[in-house]
Every structure is written in structure tokens, then in C-alpha cells.
């Protein structure tokens, strides 16, 4: 390998989770509480492209969607993965499709 004269960069990605217990389900306070915490990764990084987002593993119902789909939907460009395992777990099924819907008309 030569050495070469041009600079490397290296991007560094922004992932977005939501760590905690799995039985907690989200509500218009949690979802608030960790938007401000993900505000704040955000804004401690260089490069500020969101490109995982982690929901995975909580439940969230549509009020709690609604916050944060309206939060995400400024880094939709640069989003390319999103887990949403369990996002609808236990929900009643209106309430899941409704969920579902909001992740889906903003991705």
C-alpha cells in the first residue's frame, strides 16, 4: 500500500435509539424525553446525518408515534435503516394500524 497525499475522511453516522425496559410502553412524555435526548446526540455530533434509527422493542401507540415521527421526519433524507420491532406489540389492532401508518407515511 502507498501512502497517498489525499485526506481521509471518515463519516461517522448518527444511530438513534431507545434503550430501556420492554415492558414500558411509550406515551406523549416518554416520547418527548427522549426526543430531547436524541436532540442532544444529535447536536454533540459532527456530522449530524441520522442514518439508524433503533425503535425497536417498545411499544408505541399512536400518540406517542405522532411525536416521534414528527421529530424524524427532518432527517428522512439521510435514514436508511429503521428497526420498529415490537412497535405495535399489545396494542389493540386499530391502535397498531394506526401506529404502523404514521412510521409508514413518513418513510
Known amino acids: 500500500n502507498q501512502p497517498t497525499d489525499q485526506p481521509t475522511s471518515i463519516t461517522m453516522t448518527i444511530t438513534l435509539s431507545n434503550p430501556g425496559d420492554r415492558e414500558e410502553k411509550m406515551d406523549e412524555k416518554r416520547s ?61 389492532t386499530e391502535h397498531g394500524l394506526e401506529t404502523l401508518g404514521i412510521f409508514a407515511v413518513l418513510l
Not at 436524541?38 to 417498545?58: F, N, P
Open 32 to 92: 418527548n424525553d427522549l426526543i430531547a435526548r436524541w436532540k442532544t446526540e444529535i447536536d454533540s455530533a459532527a456530522d449530524k446525518s441520522v442514518e439508524v434509527v433503533a425503535l425497536c422493542g417498545r411499544c408505541y401507540p399512536p400518540e406517542a408515534a405522532k411525536i416521534v415521527a414528527e421529530f424524524l421526519k427532518d432527517y428522512v433524507g439521510t435514514i436508511r435503516t429503521v428497526d420498529m420491532s415490537d412497535v405495535i406489540a399489545s396494542l389493540v
